[in-house]
């Protein structure tokens, strides 16, 4: 019986080493001999590259549209074969930090923006200064660019917008909100909104790094100064968002604390009706399209002293150890902003695109509801981007943290930003 | 004599061999490489990025800088703070309900099979889908835990929500995942007793009762010292239940040392320092159970 159990786990341990070593699978053997021959017909005699890609992006539902993506390059690229590999989101991040540490990265591959920073910094990264990036957003690409140096390339972005409810804002008699709206403007509508009934809230604005960082831009301020050399998360302008938003829930509660929402999540609660305004990501149109039986719609989201609107996007990026740099950087440069990809990404509904390119976007807003999708690109006017240290995910953390003490009532904002402050300080060293 | 009987261990060893080597290669390249290797990358602030070569560790060296900042630290503290309020509710209560399910179980009645299975089943759940439920049930407002304490009467807490029961949330989960595993050492312990003890202690005209702390519980006591060191190194062990139903929070409430080490690794790219935490894991793990085995003369009866 141990024997056997023996056995067993030897086995298992045997087929984890297959697993491992496994990167190299083909998955688009298929098309190698066609290209070859379509290769000496167009190009002479270059050479056939093959080159690995690895993304979690795809996972869940559009691997199908990667393929068929890579199946439209190589037409256009027969020398270049791509073994794309799709990888949970879940796995995928411990699972690249151990294949970069053992040098078996592939050759290109995805990050988010947490990682990206932490990537970049550590030197494992290319420089990208080659590729071509006249078809991107400036703004897109400016996320990717560390001190002077381009790591990575926007595949794709996501921005906030305001969502709101139509039926609400008509049962509390509130004129619905427009682009030029201010949070002061908010507050009033969201006060006749909480008054409609008990279980009935104005808005929620999750109490986060993610959503603080860009509240504080609204009202003109910022985490680090600009050269990113010290933190500046207790400077008075920051002080007055954190308040702001704050206030919300302990003073006004026209935003529910954590006892109200009752282990519910926000979106959970914007579709049950009971939330007027809801600023979160375009990726909630498919859920509360079919979630919501009721009417709503969207604006650019609304801003302190100025505008500022959220901005998230996965960086390509090709592995500094590569000696298929050249090709890399061909595949995921099209990936990302050639027309023919771009589209199929519309098409499919995956995500946007971050190019320039209008009359691809255009199909875009097409896809209804919300209405007024238009204020989806409005929003690319006041876009930030979230400050790219090397110790990202512990500033975000820490912050995260203190603002939540704070919207429970054990300190006040102002304390709040100024531990973060002090614990930044303490833990993260700026270059 | 002495000659022979060491020959004879050294053929066997020959024979059982070729069996162990493939398992033994297993244990060295995915334990004892990993577990020595850590040592040295405690003592540098390798990230878990760089590629990892021997070189690294000289490059890299920090000395014994890691385990320093985070013994100087507050969090350390902390977070073992938080560890042991875990241990202090999770032990007693996971003891007393699986010393219940141990009795219950041991009596030979119809059914009795079926019920040992079903309280077997959470220990065979996988903690990611056990831990979903159990969100789900201590969800304040929704959850059925808090629906259940409305009909008597009681207003439930807000369990994962809140810092002071974010913890014991957590505990009830375990217990509820650890009581048939612990259930069934014990119902082993109890089955091993000589039924002649208990027949001795009728004749001396002793009650359930006595019978029950002066018979049954010395005699089972080397089940649960057992228990008591596989419970105590989980408990600082403790992780997915943490990770998957508060991540840590609500305000760090619920941060413990494996999650920080996780957290520390492959979120802040400080591996160096992980490594730092968790040998200082172990040695609080290999301290307590060495003094648990020196106590244990004291309390733990073996039949001779």
């Not at chain 1, 699978?25 to 890609?53: H, L, M, R």
């Not at chain 1, 149109?285 to 959220?310: L, Q």
């Not at chain 2, 010393?99 to 009795?112: R, V």
């Amino acid at each position: 019986m141990k024997k056997a159990l023996a056995t067993l786990l030897i086995a298992s341990m045997a087929l984890g080493l297959v697993a491992c070593g496994g990167t190299e699978t083909k998955q688009q053997g298929g098309n190698d001999t066609p290209s070859t021959e379509q290769g000496v017909a167009n190009k002479g005699t270059e050479e056939e590259v093959t080159i690995t890609y690895c993304n979690f992006n795809a996972s869940g539902g559009n691997e199908e549209t990667l393929n068929a993506m890579y199946e439209k390059f190589h037409e256009e690229y027969p020398n270049i074969v791509v073994e794309i590999e799709t990888v949970a989101y879940n796995d995928y991040f411990t699972a690249m930090q151990t294949r970069v540490s053992g040098g078996t990265a592939p050759d290109c591959y995805e990050l988010n923006i947490e990682n990206f920073a932490a990537y970049a910094s550590k030197g494992v990264l290319a420089d990208l200064s080659n590729a071509d990036t006249s078809n991107f957003n400036e703004t897109a690409l400016s996320a990717f660019n560390v001190d002077g140096t381009q790591y990575g390339l926007p595949g794709n972005f996501s921005n906030v917008v305001l969502i709101y409810n139509k039926d609400l804002f008509d049962q509390a008699g509130v004129d619905y909100p427009t682009n030029d709206w201010t949070w002061n403007d908010v507050q009033i509508a969201a006060e006749k909104i909480s008054a409609l009934g008990e279980d009935i809230y104005g808005i929620y604005a999750p109490l986060t790094y993610n959503e603080f960082f860009k509240v504080a831009a609204q009202y003109g301020g910022s985490l680090l100064n600009e050269d990113k050399t010290a933190f500046t998360i207790n400077s008075p302008e920051n002080i007055r968002a954190a308040q702001m938003m704050i206030d919300r829930v302990l003073v006004s509660n026209v935003q529910p604390t954590t006892e109200q929402m009752g282990g519910m999540g926000d979106w959970d609660l914007f579709q049950s009706g009971r939330l007027g305004m809801i600023p979160t990501g375009i990726w909630a149109f498919n859920t509360f399209t079919t979630g919501c039986d009721f009417e709503w719609d969207i604006v650019v989201e609304p801003g302190g002293t100025t505008k500022a609107t959220h901005f998230f996007s996965n960086a390509l990026v090709v592995n500094a150890d590569s000696d298929k740099k050249e090709a890399a950087i061909t595949w995921i440069t099209w990936l990302a902003s050639s027309p023919e990809a771009a589209q199929m990404r519309i098409d499919a509904g995956w995500d946007l695109p971050a190019i320039k390119d209008e009359a691809v976007l255009n199909t875009y807003l097409t896809v209804t509801p919300p209405e007024n999708k238009a204020a989806v690109f409005e929003s690319l006017d006041s876009l930030v981007v979230p400050p790219v240290i090397e110790d990202y995910a512990m500033m975000s953390d820490i912050i995260t943290m203190k603002l939540s003490e704070a919207a429970s009532g054990k300190i006040s904002a102002e304390e709040a930003l100024n531990q973060a402050q002090e614990e930044c300080e303490a833990a993260i060293t700026l270059k | 004599m002495s000659k022979q009987k060491k020959k004879s261990g050294k053929n066997k060893l020959l024979q059982a061999l070729p069996f162990m080597i493939p398992s033994f290669i297993g244990m060295i390249v995915f334990s004892f490489f990993p577990v020595v290797i850590s040592i040295f990358l405690s003592l540098t602030d390798w990230n878990g990025l760089e590629k990892l070569t021997v070189n690294t560790i000289f490059e890299h060296f920090v000395g014994l800088e890691n385990y320093i900042k985070i013994l100087s630290g507050s969090e350390f503290w902390r977070v073992l703070g938080h560890t042991l309020y875990y241990i202090v509710l999770y032990i007693p209560l996971v003891f007393v309900a699986s010393m219940g399910i141990a009795l219950l179980l041991n009596k030979k009645k119809k059914g009795t099979m079926v019920f040992r299975v079903m309280y077997y089943i959470p220990v065979l759940t996988s903690w990611v889908a056990a831990s979903l439920i159990w969100k789900w049930v201590l969800s304040p407002k929704y959850g059925i835990f808090n629906q259940i304490l409305a009909i008597l009467g009681i207003s439930g807490p807000g369990w994962l929500t809140s810092e002071v029961w974010a913890m014991p949330g957590i505990v009830l989960a375990s217990v509820w995942k650890d009581m048939g595993f612990f259930g069934l050492f014990l119902l082993s312990g109890l089955q091993a007793i000589d039924p002649t003890y208990y027949e001795a202690a009728r004749v001396d005209g002793a009650n359930k009762f006595v019978t029950f702390f002066k018979v049954t519980l010395p005699l089972v006591t080397p089940s649960i010292f057992f228990c008591l060191i596989m419970a105590l190194i989980n408990a600082f062990q403790l992780f997915p239940q943490v990770q998957i139903m508060t991540e840590g929070g609500p305000n760090g409430a619920t941060q413990v040392m494996v999650e920080r080490i996780y957290t520390y690794g492959f979120s802040y790219f400080k591996m160096g320092y992980a490594s730092a935490y968790s040998w200082l894991l172990f040695v609080i793990i290999f301290v307590l159970t060495m003094i648990q085995m020196r106590l244990q003369n004291g309390w733990v009866h073996y039949e001779s």
